[in-house]
């Protein structure tokens, strides 16, 4: 069984940064893509980041130059540097990651951290 768990969200002032985390554990054969979404009331769920198991990353227009994705492989987690946050940046964020269970190889499996909050206040 894989389990992810999601840590770091909070209040910061704008202009303020967090750090998120999100690390995986349980039986894992490896993992590919890693990725932060987030969802603010009343609107959908939106990609702010992502990485490659190669370590390619892409980010959505709306944090490009202000967060940062990066990945532990080794500890099995992913990274969101937030940084010069604003208050549209508040919202739910949630992590995911492209992971094929188990001792060997077989079909990936997409897996959801259970969400943290990021409220940024003007």
């Known amino acids: 069984q894989v389990r992810l768990v999601a840590s770091g969200g909070g209040l910061v002032q704008a202009g303020g940064s967090l750090r998120l985390a999100c690390a995986a554990s349980?039986?894992?054969?490896?993992?590919?893509?890693m990725g932060w979404y987030r969802q603010a009331p009343g609107k959908q769920r939106e990609l702010v980041a992502a990485?490659?198991?190669?370590?390619?990353?892409n980010y959505a227009d709306s944090v490009k130059g202000r967060f940062g994705i990066s990945r532990d492989s080794a500890k099995n987690t992913v990274y969101l540097q937030m940084n010069s946050l604003k208050p549209e940046d508040t919202a739910v964020y949630y992590c995911n990651l492209d992971i094929t269970p188990g001792a060997v190889p077989g079909p990936q499996v997409r897996y959801w951290g259970q969400g943290t909050q990021v409220t940024v206040s003007s």
């Open positions: 349980g039986s894992i054969f490896s993992i590919n893509a």
């Open positions: 990485i490659s198991s190669a370590g390619s990353t």
